[in-house]
């Protein structure tokens, strides 16, 4: 399969459903297959010592993207991309919290060009991180973290930056990028 085609086509021969001149005996039909990717389970980035279970997640009634309560769990947002399909696939973590170490508190550590293995229950996808940007918490790219893209994404969210004990929130978010291979 072409990794840059939405959809395959696949000519396939077929015995004609009605009557049709002698000349054709056989009418060709399309067939379109869509990729489906898997619900991944679990997370290893080897760089940094991480090997971590995936929860599914959804949206929080303000719109934004529910997160874990366990704080050394990932979620992965099952509103966007599957693993192995085109789009962003999003896995948020935490950093840290009052009791210490979070599942995502190494992440910054990572480097261009580490491998990030997705897997399920069968299959592993292997990604290669490609780019590493913090934002404000309040102002960043969503629609290029979030949105559809033709290439096979994965994004990779936790706080960072110093936290404010007013707002109870870290400053910045960590957005590690990474391309299926």
Known sequence: MNSDSIVDIEEVESEPVVSIPASSSTTSVKKVTQEIGM??????????????????????????????????????????????????????????????????????????????????SENSLRYKIVKIESYPYDDGPIEEIFGFTSQKRLQLITCTGWFNPLTKNHEERLVVTAIQQ
């Open 39 to 120: 619900v991944p389970l679990n997370v290893t980035i080897s760089s940094i010592g991480l090997d971590a279970k995936i929860i599914p997640v959804g949206l929080q009634e303000d719109g934004a993207m529910e997160v874990p309560e366990d704080v050394m769990e990932i979620g992965w947002y099952n509103k966007g991309a599957r693993p192995g399909e085109k789009g962003n696939v999003v896995l948020a973590g935490h950093v840290d919290n009052y009791l210490g170490k979070g599942v995502f508190f190494d992440l910054e550590n990572v480097s261009l060009d580490d491998e990030v293995v997705l897997s399920d």
